[in-house]
């Protein structure tokens, strides 16, 4: 199962740094990413990265302002968010897949107001 931790409120222009550890599965094998679903909208996959950390990918829409990574010793996934803009507002899930099999963690909220 994956848990996913670390929303919160924040003033735009701050950051956050989402967590999602991993437990029952060989987190080192599974590619990671981070999808979010924002009121009233469909989901938007924001980033990902492989296996071994050494791929990224990212949505235009947070290019340059969220990184992800991973600690495969640590079995967890990690999204950095910086100058957090209002429409970066959404739950916001992690996933992990392998081919066919993939997990969902239950979601954290982050909210850009001020």
């Known amino acids: 199962q994956l848990q996913a931790s670390g929303g919160g409120l924040v003033q735009p222009g701050g950051s956050l740094r989402l967590s999602c550890v991993a437990s029952?599965?060989?987190?080192?094998?599974?590619?990671m990413s981070w999808v979010r679903q924002a009121p009233g909208k469909g989901p938007e996959y924001v980033s990902a990265t492989n296996s071994g950390g050494g791929t990224s990918y990212y949505a235009d829409s947070v290019k340059g302002r969220f990184t992800i990574s991973r600690d495969n010793a640590k079995n967890t996934a990690y999204l950095q968010m910086d100058s957090l803009k209002p429409e970066d507002t959404a739950v916001y899930y992690c996933?992990?897949?392998?081919?066919?099999?993939?997990?969902w963690g239950q979601g954290t909220q982050v909210t850009v107001s001020s």
């Open positions: 029952g599965f060989t987190f080192g094998s599974y590619d």
């Open positions: 996933n992990a897949q392998r081919g066919l099999a993939y997990f």
